[in-house]
């Protein structure tokens, strides 16, 4: 088919192609002559112009570009009517002729994307828009194909460069993100992890804009995670906080999150993007970690504590069983001479009774001290009138000789070992008597306390420090450097009142000096006081005499 000469007319709608009288020069009566063929034959892309009739679809023009792009001439199409079809790829050829049906029934434009096989057998893609023209020849197809192959080859890289990033997102040990710069941090998209890691899925977050802030972030930590997310938004400096998660079924999870915000070429933001990383197993790690540490601490402070008491303790060997063990063999060493009168004897043998005595109570102390540590120790409880116990106590108490001692003991029974009450009765009337000064007055009640039994001990001396108030009652514990004992008496006493189940500490008078409190559980009964229930003794003997009124309860 030939493409003729045009002559087109000056009027400014004289030209029925667009601007293609631009082209072309004027002949001698001033009018413009187009080349029209040289126009379409440079443009691009292969244009056509088919036939469609009885006699089937005839191709009757093809552009040379056709020879240049597919490497056959335009007299090959034109005589060979299934070349077209042939060099289409085999895929493609289907929804092509269907797209042809649809535009010869319904006589709108045709437009296809497709794909033909050049004659080396490289692959191109078409663009193909074809129009229905109707003159006075007749009706016939005109259509352009445009070469997009290299735009169909920059979209698939892209699609494969968007699947191995999609891919490489998705399969990452994290959640990824994108919010936008608002102060919610509308969620743009949210990575599939999201179900596994915390049981939201990807629609979660698509339908509830507050989800992460308002019902993922743990309530305490929401408010710090809300300032942080600010000051991401309005400075663009990187978002890194470490928080807990609620997961839907509950479970608390810890979580780094990290986000940057991305700018365009010039510098203005677009959106945040970050991650978050389940760290859930390193802060347990790193609990146990620090628990770990914590018991070897404990466990070396318990060391150096062991040592120490080794060496407290044969300190108060060497220092408090010399002292009597010398005097006994003073005493043994002059009852040997000749000339000892009787009344010399008896004060001698006064004296070593005195220092046995002391040595027997220092080893009686460090055996059951030695015995609670070990667990060796078991109660043999009864009945006991702990009252009458007290004033036993009171009255063959040895170290209250000079004290006045205010005795309130009514009878009051109760479950106890008698051995070791007693003990812990003497103990804290030795401590009292050894760290106030002679004459300082001492009282001692018995009281029915919360279902058991309260013994009392308070003295008008120098009194115990706040910061020594609790670790007096520990093992060799002496207050400060000078004070005299061994630091056993106080811990005995806790020890058997925890023995009982019981407990033991110190408070202050509040008429100046210390109170010591033991508390031992299981009264049986308390009857009324009997003549003789209150007394008041100097050097463990006298009249009764009222003591102070009242006593401090148990804190």
Request: glycine share 10%; hydrophobic share 35%.
């Given at each position: 088919?030939?493409?003729?000469?045009?002559?087109?007319?000056?009027?400014?709608?004289?030209?029925?192609?667009?601007?293609?009288?631009?082209?072309?020069?004027?002949?001698?009566?001033?009018?413009?002559?187009?080349?029209?063929?040289?126009?379409?034959?440079?443009?691009?892309?292969?244009?056509?112009?088919?036939?469609?009739?009885?006699?089937?679809?005839?191709?009757?023009?093809?552009?040379?570009?056709?020879?240049?792009?597919?490497?056959?001439?335009?007299?090959?199409?034109?005589?060979?009517?299934?070349?077209?079809?042939?060099?289409?790829?085999?895929?493609?050829?289907?929804?092509?002729?269907?797209?042809?049906?649809?535009?010869?029934?319904?006589?709108?434009?045709?437009?296809?994307?497709?794909?033909?096989?050049?004659?080396?057998?490289?692959?191109?893609?078409?663009?193909?828009?074809a129009v229905l023209v109707e003159d006075d020849g007749g009706t016939f197809w005109q259509g352009v194909m445009f070469d997009v192959t290299a735009e169909k080859e920059a979209e698939q890289q892209a699609r494969e460069a968007e699947l191995r990033y999609?891919?490489?997102?998705?399969?990452?040990?994290?959640?990824?993100?994108?919010?936008?710069?608002?102060?919610?941090?509308?969620?743009?998209?949210?990575?599939?992890?999201?179900?596994?890691?915390?049981?939201?899925?990807?629609?979660?977050?698509?339908?509830?804009?507050?989800?992460?802030?308002?019902?993922?972030?743990?309530?305490?930590?929401?408010?710090?995670?809300?300032?942080?997310?600010?000051?991401?938004?309005?400075?663009?400096?990187?978002?890194?906080?470490?928080?807990?998660?609620?997961?839907?079924?509950?479970?608390?999870?810890?979580?780094?999150?990290?986000?940057?915000?991305?700018?365009?070429?010039?510098?203005?933001?677009?959106?945040?993007?970050?991650?978050?990383?389940?760290?859930?197993?390193?802060?347990?790690?790193?609990?146990?970690?620090?628990?770990?540490?914590?018991?070897?601490?404990?466990?070396?402070?318990?060391?150096?504590?062991?040592?120490?008491?080794?060496?407290?303790?044969?300190?108060?060997?060497?220092?408090?069983?010399?002292?009597?063990?010398?005097?006994?063999l003073a005493a043994t060493t002059a009852l040997k001479r000749p000339d000892v009168r009787e009344s010399e004897r008896q004060e001698l043998l006064d004296g070593m009774a005195v220092r046995a005595r002391r040595m027997d109570r220092l080893l009686g102390?460090?055996?059951?001290?030695?015995?609670?540590?070990?667990?060796?120790?078991?109660?043999?409880?009864?009945?006991?009138?702990?009252?009458?116990?007290?004033?036993?106590?009171?009255?063959e108490s040895d170290v209250l000789e000079g004290r006045v001692v205010d005795v309130d003991a009514p009878r009051l029974l109760a479950l106890v070992d008698p051995p070791k009450v007693e003990r812990a009765i003497d103990n804290l009337l030795v401590n009292?008597?050894?760290?106030?000064?002679?004459?300082?007055?001492?009282?001692?009640?018995?009281?029915?306390?919360?279902?058991?039994?309260?013994?009392?001990?308070?003295?008008?001396?120098?009194?115990?420090?706040?910061?020594?108030?609790?670790?007096?009652?520990?093992?060799?514990?002496?207050?400060?450097?000078?004070?005299?004992?061994?630091?056993?008496?106080?811990?005995?006493?806790?020890?058997?009142?925890?023995?009982?189940?019981?407990?033991?500490?110190?408070?202050?008078?509040?008429?100046?000096?210390?109170?010591?409190?033991?508390?031992?559980?299981?009264?049986?009964?308390?009857?009324?006081?009997?003549?003789?229930?209150?007394?008041?003794?100097?050097?463990?003997?006298?009249?009764?005499?009222?003591?102070?009124?009242?006593?401090?309860?148990?804190?």
């Amino acid at each position: 088919m030939s493409v003729p000469e045009v002559e087109t007319s000056d009027a400014p709608d004289g030209n029925p192609s667009g601007r293609a009288g631009e082209v072309g020069e004027r002949n001698g009566s001033g009018r413009e002559v187009v080349d029209y063929r040289t126009l379409i034959e440079q443009i691009p892309a292969i244009t056509y112009t088919e036939v469609h009739g009885g006699a089937g679809q005839r191709t009757t023009y093809v552009s040379p570009q056709a020879t240049h792009i597919l490497g056959y001439t335009p007299q090959q199409f034109i005589e060979d009517r299934q070349l077209w079809r042939t060099l289409r790829h085999p895929a493609d050829r289907a929804s092509v002729a269907a797209a042809e049906r649809t535009a010869e029934v319904t006589r709108q434009p045709f437009h296809a994307e497709y794909r033909m096989h050049d004659r080396a057998g490289r692959q191109h893609w078409f663009r193909d828009d074809a129009v229905l023209v109707e003159d006075d020849g007749g009706t016939f197809w005109q259509g352009v194909m445009f070469d997009v192959t290299a735009e169909k080859e920059a979209e698939q890289q892209a699609r494969e460069a968007e699947l191995r990033y999609r891919s490489l997102v998705e399969s990452l040990p994290c959640l990824v993100y994108i919010d936008h710069l608002d102060e919610r941090a509308t969620n743009v998209y949210t990575s599939p992890q999201t179900d596994a890691m915390f049981g939201f899925t990807q629609q979660d977050w698509n339908e509830d804009p507050d989800l992460w802030l308002g019902k993922m972030v743990h309530p305490e930590d929401r408010e710090r995670c809300r300032l942080a997310e600010a000051d991401h938004t309005e400075t663009g400096e990187v978002y890194d906080e470490t928080y807990r998660i609620l997961h839907r079924d509950g479970r608390i999870l810890w979580v780094r999150d990290v986000a940057v915000v991305v700018e365009d070429a010039d510098g203005i933001p677009l959106y945040s993007q970050g991650f978050l990383l389940d760290i859930t197993s390193q802060k347990k790690a790193e609990s146990e970690l620090e628990h770990a540490l914590e018991r070897e601490h404990a466990q070396a402070v318990h060391l150096r504590s062991t040592d120490e008491l080794k060496n407290t303790l044969l300190h108060t060997l060497s220092h408090d069983l010399k002292g009597p063990i010398t005097a006994v063999l003073a005493a043994t060493t002059a009852l040997k001479r000749p000339d000892v009168r009787e009344s010399e004897r008896q004060e001698l043998l006064d004296g070593m009774a005195v220092r046995a005595r002391r040595m027997d109570r220092l080893l009686g102390d460090l055996l059951d001290l030695e015995r609670l540590g070990r667990g060796n120790l078991w109660p043999s409880k009864s009945p006991v009138d702990v009252g009458q116990l007290v004033r036993d106590v009171v009255g063959e108490s040895d170290v209250l000789e000079g004290r006045v001692v205010d005795v309130d003991a009514p009878r009051l029974l109760a479950l106890v070992d008698p051995p070791k009450v007693e003990r812990a009765i003497d103990n804290l009337l030795v401590n009292a008597a050894r760290h106030t000064p002679q004459g300082t007055r001492i009282w001692i009640r018995v009281l029915p306390q919360d279902g058991g039994v309260l013994v009392c001990v308070d003295d008008e001396g120098p009194g115990i420090p706040d910061e020594l108030k609790a670790s007096i009652f520990e093992p060799f514990r002496k207050g400060e450097a000078g004070t005299p004992g061994s630091g056993i008496g106080l811990s005995l006493v806790s020890g058997f009142a925890e023995f009982h189940g019981g407990r033991a500490w110190v408070q202050d008078r509040p008429e100046g000096g210390a109170a010591f409190r033991v508390f031992f559980p299981g009264t049986v009964g308390d009857q009324p006081g009997a003549d003789g229930d209150r007394a008041q003794a100097e050097g463990g003997h006298g009249e009764g005499s009222p003591g102070p009124a009242g006593s401090p309860s148990p804190s």
